[in-house]
């Protein structure tokens, strides 16, 4: 290479040479308006070279300066940040040790380094919080967000702590940001759906929960949504009749019907409404078609209650004789038709009733209690000592409890929703060992 650009420059000499011979007149060269000069053509040419080449030279030299300097601020910087990954990686591994001092003082040196590193912001945070220092926590969060207002892990993260401490508006205000970038944000809703509930805001979380059916991706967890849609809806209705708008807590109901005829609570949520506008006919007919359509002990409790308050007690027992004739086989009807005749002292036709499911093997304690009664009331005390010993040995309550048939959580009061489950609508007499243990 050295030696091709000797030969150009040889040859480029040769050929200013011969120009010059071939040029040998001079030229005016104008400086200024009065400044001139005479020089030789070829002369003209060379400075003209030179300067051209100068210039090259510069523009070179600034070129190579300005890549010099920027590969050093690269390499600077490049080394920088290795060095803050490998703080923040061993920060990670301080945290996942369960060292938060070590994880803290080298998420701190990330800072120091650089101020506006978001992994360090957060994690920092979640530290905080986690030690229950909300306002540092906060503060972390905060500068986060100035960083990246939009960002949706910094919007959780404030979330967070706006639920922990108490300020719900807030959290659902971090939520609505994310939402509003994101419509189907599966987690933003879930965690609306949370603050919500607890604010027992039951209008704002049908919408949300309609919401979350249209965002979720498959079939199944569809239905497992549409499950909890059918469960707020009765929330619904329980809370407007709880402040007396009954023509609300009617509508939802009769929807909730419309969407689930299985749903007991409905039935028992409607049957109370028609009541408080003061129905009572009315009341007693919906209750008997909802048994009619579902066959719950539930709904024939809430029947019986209500024809013993109302002073009918003969309807109550047609109703049972009816019932009893279509459904023979059925032995839960059978032991609340004995009951309530053990209730009116209609002993014989208790007893009737009641010695027969003794022999089917049912296993609720009650059903001996009653025929120890009848026992006693008809003076066959070693027959009722025998009842009642079955009764002990069993080592269950009297009383029959109502129990939830999906966790087994057991209560001496319905409810239309488990506390422990929280689910819906699983609620019932523990006869014949129908809930879990």
Partial sequence: MGKFALLLFVL????????????????TFHLAPKIAYETPKIALILLSFGVGMAVMLLYFFIRDTKRFIDNRQQQRRHKRDMHIQRLYSRALNAILADNEEEAQADLEAILKEEPGHMDA?????????????????????????DIQPGNSEVLFSLERIGEKTGRISEATAYLDEV???????????????????????????????????KSEHNEKDREREQKKLAGYKYEQGRYALETGELEKA?????????????????????????????????????????????ASPIILARLEDLLLNLGD??????????????????????FFMGKIFYRLEMLDD??????????????????????GNIYVRHDR??????????????KKPFKLPYCCDSCGYTSQDWSGRCPACKEWDTFTFNLYGTCKA
């Fill in 350 to 371: 208790a007893f009737e009733i009641l010695v027969t499911l003794e022999g089917s093997g049912a296993p609720y304690p009650e059903l001996h209690q009653l025929l």
């Fill in 381 to 394: 005390c070693e027959k009722a000592v025998e009842e009642f010993r079955k009764v002990i040995d069993m």
């Fill in 179 to 213: 939402l509003a970038a994101d419509p189907d944000n599966l987690t933003a809703l879930y965690r609306k759906r949370s603050l919500l509930e607890k604010g027992e805001k039951w209008d704002d979380l049908i919408t949300i929960q309609r919401a979350i059916i």
């Fill in 313 to 334: 007690p003969g309807r109550l027992i047609a109703f049972y004789r009816t019932n009893a004739a279509k459904n023979p086989q059925d032995q839960t009807l059978r």
């Fill in 12 to 27: 480029l000499l040769l050929a200013l040479g011969y120009f010059a011979v071939l040029n040998e007149e001079t030229v």
């Fill in 250 to 294: 009617k509508k939802a109901f009769k929807t909730l019907l419309r969407l689930d005829r299985n749903f007991v609570p409905a039935y028992l949520g409607l049957a109370e409404t028609i009541l408080r506008e003061g129905d009572a006919e009315d009341a007693v007919n919906f209750l008997e078609k909802g048994f009619a359509l579902t």
């Fill in 121 to 145: 912001l957060l994690r920092l945070g979640d530290i905080a919080a986690g030690n229950e220092d909300y306002q540092r926590a906060f503060s972390y969060y905060k500068k986060a967000r």
